[in-house]
């Protein structure tokens, strides 16, 4: 035999590219004082990198609660997750970026100084992390507004800092948990838009929690539909509408099938 004798195949592992999100068998059971709260129950999915996957379902039924620990901010009870191949057992903002309902800006700081704090914890130095939260800020539309503080901003432009904060360490995965919810009806379409815009520069895997089944199927490659607690996988639809979406297909027939096929879910558990 040779000295260049090949490995053979079955020894290497491949590595799951970055932004795949492989839920398998997930459950979570809250213990309180009373009693146990069964959150989650064997929920398992696949979320290909750079799609755009929209979670729904009635209220109570685990959708933030399953966001947390793609998060890494909890640990499920059972079952496993793994982002990018690997299992997330703490907050890794390198790894997923995190959007919630509250912009939850510290209000003393400026925007910019809000999108660095995360790089300011992780040691990084002043020059270098202004330099990326201001290209942070520039790919949500807020160049220039970096030395306003929170309250001279308004509810979207606030909702654009905590993005650019979520993105400021490019992580190939973002989640969001009803990130325009508190946002009046027009800022929401325009964040839509602007989110959409967003997701196709960067190629990010996105996870949007929402209640709202228009805005769902406006923004998604694919929505999951969840029972009422416990939490389950009830139907995964695809929508193969064209991109970029537009305000005229909201009255199109696929748009009002889709939306109808996830309200018919919905209404079984009102
Ligand atoms: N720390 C906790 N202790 C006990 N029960 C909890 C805890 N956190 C969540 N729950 C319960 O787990 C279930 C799922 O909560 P979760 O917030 O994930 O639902 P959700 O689908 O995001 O709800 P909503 O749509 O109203 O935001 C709910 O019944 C909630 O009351």
């Given at each position: 035999m040779g000295g260049n004798t090949m490995q053979p195949l079955a020894n290497i592992t491949p590595l799951k590219p970055a932004g795949a999100i492989e839920v398998r068998n997930v459950g979570q059971i809250f213990k309180t004082t009373t009693?146990?709260?069964v959150a989650l129950e064997d929920v398992s999915l696949d979320?290909?990198?750079?799609r755009f996957v929209v979670l729904v379902g009635p209220s109570g039924c685990g959708k933030s609660t399953l966001l947390m620990m793609m998060a890494g901010l909890r640990q499920q009870t059972s079952?496993?997750?793994?982002?990018?191949?690997?299992?997330?057992?703490?907050?890794d903002p390198n790894r997923v970026g995190?959007?919630?309902?509250?912009?939850?800006?510290?209000?003393w700081l400026t925007a910019e100084e809000n999108v660095e704090f995360p790089l300011a914890l992780?040691?990084?130095?002043?020059?270098?992390?202004?330099?990326?939260a201001q290209d942070a800020l520039?790919?949500?539309?807020l160049d220039g507004f970096g030395k306003r503080h929170p309250h001279e901003l308004s509810g979207g432009m606030k909702q654009r800092v905590s993005i650019a904060?979520?993105?400021v360490q490019d992580p190939p995965v973002l989640l969001m948990d009803e990130p325009f919810a508190a946002l009046d009806e027009q800022t929401r379409m325009t964040m839509g838009d602007e989110l959409l815009r967003i997701w196709a520069a960067t190629g990010k895997t996105v996870v949007f929690?929402?209640?709202s089944l228009t805005e769902a199927v406006y923004l998604a490659d694919e929505v999951i539909v969840m029972s009422p607690r416990p939490g389950r996988i009830v139907d995964h639809l695809q929508v193969s509408l064209p991109r970029p979406r537009t305000y005229e297909m909201l009255s199109g027939d696929a748009f009002g099938s889709l939306r109808d096929r996830i309200w018919r879910h919905i209404r079984k558990s009102a």
């Open positions: 009693q146990d709260v979320v290909k990198p750079g079952g496993t997750i793994t982002i990018s191949g690997a299992p997330i057992p703490e907050p995190v959007v919630f309902q509250e912009a939850s800006l510290f209000p992780r040691g990084v130095t002043k020059n270098d992390r202004r330099a990326r520039k790919l949500v539309g904060r979520g993105l929690v929402t209640h």
